[in-house]
């Protein structure tokens, strides 16, 4: 290797000459240099193949279908699926498999029985940009009163993202969740488009960012648009768990997650709804905030924000409380990491969240970890020791310390993505995830779409 270094380097002949390959033809001829000795030529512009010292061989790459994309097995008859959904009843609809949503507690617990949970939730690229966020919300001793660290879901959109970082969070015990290859408006996608999108984006996070395809449960739809019974019909036939991209008005009490076995029991604030049956497929309502002028949002950083940290504390406060004071209903905290760059923002979020986090009844966990608890409703009394709520991470990947930097040829020119897993060809892409074991691009291979 040293031999080769100092070829690439050393353009003057007569200093090569003690290397194994001088044949003593070279004086002559110097431009023999680059042509025989394998080594690249004078890069005059960057490069539009990846760099042969930083692809990977094909026996690198594991199947990511290793781990396959499972919903829990139902445990009761369900609807026929991609019917027109009935009225939801609640004598039909039951736990573990169905729930009908609303302000009802699940398992009917009494309400002082009930942990609040809260879902800390980003969308979007994880990135270097917001990489000091993350660690000073999730790294900084922050616990649930049972000791686990708390947890946060990152809706990951590809472009921009390092997915070394994903790796990263995902180790220490967050859950990921797809937003999609390209972050489009998907209300008129077809479901096939649907499936390269969000399928493909929890292929693409398994792929470089080490995450089990069977721990990518959800997804949320960029611009919340989603696509009716298209997207939802792509959910149940891909195996996702649940999604959260509805928005609720109705907001006292808050509604539970629900399921789409039955027609929803809401207004359809962004059209269109699914109006089809969708057994076993979970929703995770984004329940509308008020800001202090009583102006509704879907997500905390919609909200007309106070201008100073006590304002912003104060708001989220007054949200939060609405739900731990009525049914306990989970309390979302939706984000862009982008809303945090105004130090008041941050400092008023970092207040609030350190108020809850002091309170013995508030659990700070991901979405699934949630759902788990729905699907089985514990007392606090039991709580510590409910599975679920644990944080044994063992079998997920270490952290990424020393990333590679896969430079890669996309239609826009060179594009550089960081992993620790096997770089591929490409920049990955929608139908173009450069993964060897991708059912998705295959799919669409083999078909005329």
């Known amino acids: 290797a040293t031999t080769t270094k100092s070829l690439r380097t050393n353009s003057n002949n007569n200093r090569n000459r003690g290397s194994s390959s001088y044949t003593g033809q070279e004086r002559d001829t110097p431009t023999a240099v680059t042509s ?3 080594t690249h030529p004078p890069r005059t512009r ?15 790459f594991v199947d990511i279908y290793r781990n396959p994309p499972t919903r829990p097995d139902p445990l009761y008859p369900q609807p026929t699926p991609d019917k027109t959904a009935a009225k939801c009843r609640k004598d039909v609809c039951l736990l573990p498999d169905c729930a009908c949503g609303g302000k009802d507690i699940p398992g009917d617990l009494p309400v002082e029985t009930v942990p ?14 917001n990489k000091q966020l993350y660690t000073d919300l999730f790294e900084k001793g922050r616990v649930n009163p049972n000791g686990c660290p708390i947890t946060a879901t990152f809706y990951v959109s590809h472009e921009w993202t390092d997915y070394s970082q994903v790796q990263n969070l995902y180790s220490d015990g967050h859950e990921m ?40 449960r959800g997804m949320r ?16 036939d891909s195996n996702f768990t649940y999604d959260s991209s509805l928005p609720v008005y109705e907001n006292r009490p808050p509604s539970w997650p629900y399921t789409f076995d039955y027609k929803i029991f809401h207004d359809c604030m ?17 329940v509308m905030w008020q800001d202090l002028n009583g102006g509704r949002c879907s997500m905390g950083d919609a909200c007309s924000n106070p201008s100073e940290s006590d304002g ?4 989220i406060m007054k949200n939060f409380e609405r739900h731990y004071t009525t049914n306990r209903a989970p309390f979302g905290l939706f984000y862009h990491a ?36 729905v699907r089985d409703p514990t007392p606090i009394s039991r709580i510590n020791s409910f599975q679920p709520f644990q944080c044994d991470y063992s079998d997920r990947p270490k952290r990424c310390n020393n990333p590679k930097v896969c430079n890669l040829w996309h239609k826009s020119g060179v594009r550089y993505m960081k992993t620790c897993q096997p770089c591929p060809d490409i920049y990955p892409w929608t139908g173009k995830s450069g993964i060897r074991s991708s059912r998705i691009d295959n799919e669409i291979e083999d078909s005329t779409a």
């Not at 390269?196 to 398994?206: K, N, P, V």
């Not at 962004?270 to 984004?286: A, D, E, K, L, N």
């Not at 130090?343 to 759902?371: C, S």
């Open 36 to 38: 025989n000795r394998g």
């Open 46 to 60: 960057p490069t539009l193949k990846p760099s042969g010292t930083i692809v990977s061989k094909a026996q690198e």
């Open 116 to 129: 609040q949970i809260v879902l800390i939730t980003f969308d979007d690229s994880v990135n270097d940009l």
């Open 177 to 216: 969740a797809s937003h999609t290859v390209s972050h489009s408006f998907g209300e008129q996608f077809s479901q096939k488009k649907w499936t390269r999108e969000i399928a493909g984006q929890r292929e693409i996070l398994a792929a470089y960012g080490g995450v089990k395809l069977s721990d990518v």
């Open 221 to 236: 739809a960029p611009f919340l648009s989603v696509g009716g019974n298209k997207m939802y019909k792509m959910l149940y």
């Open 270 to 286: 962004i059209p269109p709804c699914p109006t089809r049956s969708y057994p076993g497929v979970w929703q995770v309502p984004m």
């Open 312 to 315: 912003v504390q104060k708001m």
């Open 338 to 373: 982008a809303w945090f760059t105004q130090p008041h923002h941050k400092e008023g979020f970092i207040k609030f969240l350190d108020a809850i986090n002091q309170m013995p009844d508030v659990w700070i966990v991901t979405n699934w970890q949630m759902l788990q608890w």
